[in-house]
């Protein structure tokens, strides 16, 4: 009777760490179509639109901290395909 109990505990352990492994092997995988976005364009700074909205002052919370707040627009159209 104990004999049973330990069976299917390992039976069922095993089938718990399959799925993970399984899981784990399909997530890691690295994507083999080609992104919809592209990088070159998004890391050029040559498409960024900037604009201050509010330029350097202290916080009014902390009295200490340097803060300047600004927009960053920019325009990343998806590749043709």
Same mark, same amino acid.
């Not at 092997?25 to 900037?50: C, G, H, K, M």
């Not at 350097?56 to 627009?73: A, G, P």
């Given at each position: 009777?104990?004999?049973?109990?330990?069976?299917?505990?390992?039976?069922?352990?095993?089938?718990?760490? #399959?799925?993970?492994?399984?899981?784990? #092997?399909?997530?890691?995988?690295?994507?083999?179509?080609? #992104?919809?976005?592209?990088?070159?364009?998004?890391?050029?700074?040559?498409?960024?639109?900037?604009?201050?909205?509010?330029?350097?002052?202290?916080?009014?919370?902390?009295?200490?901290? =340097?803060?300047?707040?600004?927009?960053?627009?920019?325009?990343? =159209?998806?590749?043709?395909?």
């Amino acid at each position: 009777m104990k004999y049973k109990i330990l069976n299917q505990l390992a039976a069922l352990s095993y089938c718990v760490i #399959s799925a993970a492994w399984l899981t784990t #092997s399909t997530l890691a995988a690295p994507a083999t179509v080609d #992104s919809l976005f592209s990088t070159e364009e998004i890391l050029d700074e040559s498409t960024l639109e900037t604009k201050i909205l509010q330029d350097w002052h202290v916080d009014t919370v902390t009295s200490t901290t =340097r803060q300047k707040l600004i927009e960053i627009k920019g325009d990343w =159209r998806l590749k043709h395909a």
